[in-house]
């Protein structure tokens, strides 16, 4: 059964910068598609990045745009996010998610889903 499996959440001031990882097992060969959603409370579940198999592909949240950057390693099965400059805002709950297709902003496009790390940037 596929698992995916964040860390990298926490608690840090506005500007700061925070790196998520996303690793996953279960699974025979390399996932397609790796994402990135959040889930702020009250909020529906939001896209934020996601990066196709050879990394060649990525697609970002408008407002993340050259603060956040995806990047994966396949060797490790692994699905990165840092985020630069945080803001109020970006105070969530991330989680990582895989797809067998292709890169979409739909979470209902994505198979399988970590449990989710929070995210709180605060002064």
């Known amino acids: 059964q596929v698992r995916l499996v964040e860390s990298g959440g926490g608690s840090v001031q506005p500007g700061a910068s925070l790196s998520l990882s996303c690793v996953e097992s279960?699974?025979?060969?390399?996932?397609?598609?790796l994402g990135w959603f959040r889930q702020a409370p009250g909020k529906g579940r939001e896209f934020v990045a996601a990066?196709?198999?050879?990394?060649?592909?990525?697609e970002y949240l408008y407002s993340a745009k050259g603060r956040f950057t995806i990047s994966r390693d396949n060797a490790k099965n692994t699905v990165y996010l840092q985020m630069a400059m945080l803001k109020p805002e970006d105070t969530a709950t991330y989680y990582c998610a895989a797809s067998s297709n292709f890169i979409s902003r739909d979470p209902g496009e994505y198979e399988y889903w970590g449990q989710g790390t929070r995210v709180t940037v605060s002064s």
């Open positions: 990066i196709n198999r050879s990394g060649n592909t990525k």
């Open positions: 279960g699974r025979t060969g390399t996932p397609h598609i």
